[in-house]
């Protein structure tokens, strides 16, 4: 089966401007996440959606980030304006349900850098 | 809130030799699952192995396994007849187990970075 896609790889913009990021999850797959790792900690949850609904938004910094998941399938995440700090590996990853035998696959995450 | 805390930033093992990666969590639950994950640079996390809270038979997946100790809050992971492609991040992760926002995110630790010694 085909993994998480996720695009841009890379992604190099300067503060106070936006970006958008892309993932399709595996086909069938409910459930998807984006996850922010900033390097030297392990990933944290910004945003769960179940099918193109919200379940888990709380880690999300509203006042600037926002994330959508149309016909629940893809789902974009977009930052504007950016900050410094919100230079990470933006990681996005999917499972059939939410069940302990439903594992999350990951894709391979862009990598932002803002300066 | 839960925690979960990787004391070891960096390990290093001969290859063919056995390794084992420390991690302990904080929780008031009593039912909740534990995972290990490995990201190589190419930066996909890849489930490595899982656990439940409620089984007391520590997981096994080929030449991984974990200690599981409950009571300590302690789990585990050790690679056996370690492989240059065993070389990576290694991440523990918590996940509680009842309905409720928030229920299905993954706490993880900062990770380990594995190192494999021809």
């Known amino acids: 089966e085909a993994g998480v896609a996720q695009s841009p790889r890379y992604k190099i913009i300067e503060k106070r401007q936006s970006v958008a990021f892309w993932c399709n999850p595996i086909?069938?797959?409910?459930?998807l996440y984006w996850y922010q790792q900033i390097l030297g900690q392990g990933p944290k949850l910004l945003i769960q959606?179940?099918?193109?609904?919200?379940?888990?938004d709380s880690q999300l910094p509203k006042d600037r980030f926002s994330a959508e998941r149309l016909k629940g399938v893809d789902s974009t995440l977009k930052i504007q304006p950016a900050k410094l700090e919100d230079s990470a590996v933006y990681l996005c990853?999917?499972?059939?349900?939410?069940?302990?035998?439903?594992?999350?696959?990951f894709g391979n995450g862009t990598r932002l850098t803002v300066t | 809130a839960q925690t979960v805390t990787q004391s070891q930033p960096e390990m290093s093992v001969q290859e063919a030799e056995t390794v084992t990666l420390s991690c302990t969590y904080d929780t008031s639950e009593s039912d909740y699952y534990l995972f290990w994950y490995k990201q190589p640079p190419s930066r996909q996390m890849i489930l490595v192995i899982r656990?439940?809270?409620?089984?007391?038979q520590n997981a096994t997946e080929n030449r991984f396994s974990v200690n599981f100790q409950k009571a300590a809050k302690s789990f585990s992971l050790k690679i056996s007849d370690s492989q240059l492609g065993d070389a990576a991040m290694y991440f523990c992760a918590y996940r509680r187990t009842r309905s409720g926002a928030g229920s299905y995110q993954l706490t993880f630790g900062k990770g380990t970075k594995l190192s494999v010694i021809p």
């Open positions: 990853a999917s499972s059939l349900t939410t069940g302990f035998n439903s594992p999350l696959h």
């Open positions: 656990q439940e809270a409620y089984k007391q």
């Open positions: 086909s069938g797959h409910a459930t």
């Open positions: 959606f179940q099918n193109n609904g919200v379940v888990d």
